[in-house]
Each structure stands twice: as C-alpha cells, then as structure tokens.
C-alpha cells in the first residue's frame, strides 16, 4: 500500500495515473479528508493504514501562476515547506521511506562555465537571490529541511509538459500565450516524471536529490518550432524584445530558466527521452481538452 498526498493536483494526478497504470495500490487522501499540515491527522492516517512509502506531491504554485504565489504567502508556506517537514518528521518516527516533488525553479541559469547544475551546486534562486520569488523559496526552504532527511528522495521537476492539453501544461501555455520569453530550461515530460518516482522508490534508490528532467535543454523558440511543425498551431509566435519588458507587467516576478543535469537519475539506470524528442513526442500524441 502507498499512500499518495496531493493526488487530486496536476502533479499528483500523474503519479496516481502511474500508479494505477503499475497495478499498485494506494490511498489518495483528498485535502478536506487530510490536512497535512497537521501532525496529529497525518499520524492518525499513516498508523490506520501503515503504507510501504509515501509520496508527497502537495504544493501550492500559485493561480493562476506563480505570481499569485506572492499574494497567498502563507498558504504557499504551509504547502510547499511545512507540510514536507511535518511529513519528514512523522515518516522518520515510523521508519517509512517516502519521496517529495521539489522543483527546478530554485536554480537560475547555468554553472559559471556553462555546464548544468548537478544535485551538488546549492540552489542560487532562493534567499540569496533578491528577485527570487516567495515560491522559489519555500521551495528551497523545504529542500534544506529535508537535507536532514537522507533517507527522502527529493525530485526536482521542472515546466511539466506532456501530450494532454491543460492550462498548466507547458506546451498548451506555449499555443496561448499572446507573447513569449526566449529563454532556456531543462524541462520534464509529466508521465516521464512520474514513472522515475515511482521508479526510484519501488527500486529503493538511495535517498536525496534527482534532477527529473528530460536530458538537454531547450529555448523557447525551438519548443514553439516543433509546435508550429506538429500542425497543432498556425499562430505566429511573438516574443517580448528582452526580460525586462516581460517584468514590467504590474506584479509580475522573475521567473526561474535554468539548465539541470539529469545525469544523477541515469546513472541510477532511470532514463528519460532526450528532451527535443519528449516535446515532439507530445506533439505527435497531442490530445485537445474537450471544450
Ligand atoms: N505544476 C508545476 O508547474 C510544478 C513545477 C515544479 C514543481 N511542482 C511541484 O509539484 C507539487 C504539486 O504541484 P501541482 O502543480 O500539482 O499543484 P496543484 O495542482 O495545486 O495541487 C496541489 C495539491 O496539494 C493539495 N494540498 C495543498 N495543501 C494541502 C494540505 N495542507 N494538506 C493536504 N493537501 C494539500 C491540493 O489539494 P486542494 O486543491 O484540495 O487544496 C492539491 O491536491 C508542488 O510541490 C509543486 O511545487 C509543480
């Protein structure tokens, strides 16, 4: 049995359709049944059902994007920080192995050199950084918390995308923006995703960071190209002319582009598709939300 918090989520919808795909069986407490932030509910439901592992994909990244996390600070503490270290707390007296989706977003840009950043580099889009937005960091505030943890493997997901149209996926944000910012990220396939969670736990992988990325790193205007070739979309894509007219909207924040390695996830044998071929894979198995 695995108990999964955060199933009805866009995250933890993908986990529970992997679990379900894999025949296993689990609990998927809703939020109202749940309140994870609350040790003395969360232990109450972990000693009812004593789960093999749990996996953690409660957050809050803000409505209808991450600026909106900027206006809700404190329930996006409680989600993104307090809860996984409730559940870091509770999971430890009880000796259960657990995992929790972290994100990308507390790393901006590349290395120094140009090289991507590994699970080694310590993230420099959090507090250090004075444009950071609050969600960055209580991203970043969950991973130091969980750093003494070792036994929770933390994975990184960064820009979701897959083959189902859905506001919060990368590839239908794309085909509405009126207007893009070119710029460059490592990205992560949503089911890819999921199935290395899942991986890394039924395999017992040691515990701690994973970049979950789709291998590479792609612009803006290389993702909508593919779009434009897939036949989805005949728009014509316009782009802001640099960050800063794109940060002068009212209330917008900085948003995180960064280039992860994935190197770590490969080398435990978990591999995902390189990721120009992952968007194109989408593309070509593209289903529109039914209006
Ligand atoms: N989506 C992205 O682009 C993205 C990118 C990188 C990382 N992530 C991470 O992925 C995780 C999931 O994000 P998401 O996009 O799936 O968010 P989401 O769609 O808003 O889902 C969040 C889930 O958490 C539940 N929840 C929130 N607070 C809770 C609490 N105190 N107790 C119990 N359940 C609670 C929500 O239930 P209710 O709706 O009923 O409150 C919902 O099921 C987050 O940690 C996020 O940081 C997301």
Not at 256 to 269: D, F, R, T, V, W
Request: contains cysteine; negative net charge; aromatic residues 8%.
């Amino acid at each position: 049995m695995i108990l999964l918090l955060g199933a009805s989520g866009y995250v933890g919808g993908a986990l529970a359709a992997n679990l379900q795909t894999r025949g296993l069986p689990f609990s998927a407490p809703s939020h109202a049944e749940l309140d994870a932030g609350s040790k003395d509910a969360l232990a109450a439901v972990l000693d009812a059902l004593h789960p093999d592992f749990v996996i953690n994909a409660i957050g809050f990244t803000g409505r209808p994007n991450i600026d909106g996390t900027e206006f809700e600070k404190l329930h996006c503490l409680t989600a993104n920080t307090t809860v996984p270290g409730v559940l870091a707390e509770v999971l430890a007296d009880r000796g259960i192995p657990w995992g929790h989706v972290s994100s990308g977003c507390i790393f901006d840009g590349a290395r120094a050199d140009g090289s991507p950043f590994t699970e080694t580099d310590p993230p420099n889009f959090a507090f250090s950084h004075p444009e950071a937005s609050w969600y960055s960091r209580t991203k970043a505030m969950a991973e130091t918390l969980l750093a003494d943890h070792p036994d929770c493997v933390v994975w990184r997901l960064r820009i979701p995308f897959d083959q189902f149209d859905h506001e919060r996926n990368y590839l239908s944000k794309l085909m509405r923006y009126d207007q893009l910012l070119e710029v460059t990220n490592s990205i992560s396939q949503l089911q890819e995703f999921a199935d290395a969670c899942v991986e890394t736990l039924l395999r017992r992988l040691p515990g701690g960071l994973y970049n979950v990325t789709n291998p590479g790193a792609i612009t803006t205007s290389e993702a909508a190209e593919i779009i434009r070739k897939s036949g989805l979309c005949d728009k014509t894509f316009r782009y802001f002319e640099n960050e800063d007219t794109f940060l002068s909207a009212p209330g917008r924040v900085k948003r995180a582009s960064c280039i992860l390695s994935s190197e770590k996830l490969a080398a435990a044998g978990i591999k995902m598709r390189e990721v120009h071929e992952a968007v194109a894979w989408s593309l070509r198995n593209w289903q529109w939300q039914p209006t």
